[in-house]
């Protein structure tokens, strides 16, 4: 069974730029999530999404960061502009609907210098 | 609000030796708990989960970690540790009432010198 996909596995751009990050789940997986972690923390939620729909992004920093899943499969998060305290690593994960075991892609390291 | 918490950041040990990583939680109504490794460069992979059920559940390479209700807590522990087990170690709970959303701890760092 294939994981979770995600790319680009490396990203360096300048603060102010725009950025984006790709995420394909596990097929099958409704459940998709995405989680930032910055170095020598444990990941963070952005937000969830089931579906197409999100389910909760009240952790999202909505005034640079926005993520879509529209055909209810794959999913792009989006960090326009980006600041310096923006590089972490992006890890996108996914789950069976109403099941709590996740299982997480390589993620996105991303520097802005 | 909910929250996990692993009270060390780093660990050093030498092979063969016992491990035991402790972590607490914050959570209201009925948790689910896990154990995520992060090997260096490689991803987050699960190496045990506890959902309900016998509280000392085990999983892969030979750890384990029991689910202290009454004390809020999950320790990881590994008899015999090896070199291949250097990476870091994440706690972290979930539950169904939240989404099954993960809150993770911040991380312990162990590093088994041969």
């Known amino acids: 069974e294939a994981g979770v996909a995600q790319s680009p596995r490396y990203k360096i751009i300048e603060k102010r730029q725009s950025v984006a990050f790709w995420c394909n789940p596990i097929?099958?997986?409704?459940?998709l999530y995405w989680y930032q972690q910055i170095l020598g923390q444990g990941p963070k939620l952005l937000i969830q999404f089931q579906n197409n729909g999100v389910v909760d992004d009240s952790q999202l920093p909505k005034d640079r960061f926005s993520a879509e899943r529209l055909k209810g499969v794959d999913s792009t998060l989006k960090i326009q502009p980006a600041k310096l305290e923006d590089s972490a690593v992006y890890l996108c994960a996914s789950s069976l609907v109403r099941l709590p075991e996740q299982f997480f892609g390589p993620g996105t390291r991303l520097t802005v210098l | 609000a909910q929250s996990v918490s692993q009270h060390n950041h780093h660990v050093i040990l030498s092979e063969a030796a016992s491990l035991e990583l402790g972590c607490n939680y914050s959570y209201g109504g009925t948790v689910n708990l896990f154990w995520y490794v992060q090997y260096p460069g490689q991803h987050l992979q699960l190496l045990l989960k506890?959902?309900?059920?016998?509280?000392l559940v085990k999983g892969i390479k030979g750890f384990e970690a029991e689910f202290i209700k009454s004390k809020f807590s999950f320790n990881l522990r590994k008899p015999s540790v090896q070199w291949s087990d250097t990476a870091e170690y994440f706690c972290a709970a979930s539950s169904f009432n939240a989404g099954n959303m993960l809150t993770f701890g911040g991380g312990t760092r162990l590093m088994v010198k041969p």
């Open positions: 097929s099958g997986h409704a459940t």
């Open positions: 506890y959902f309900s059920g016998d509280p």
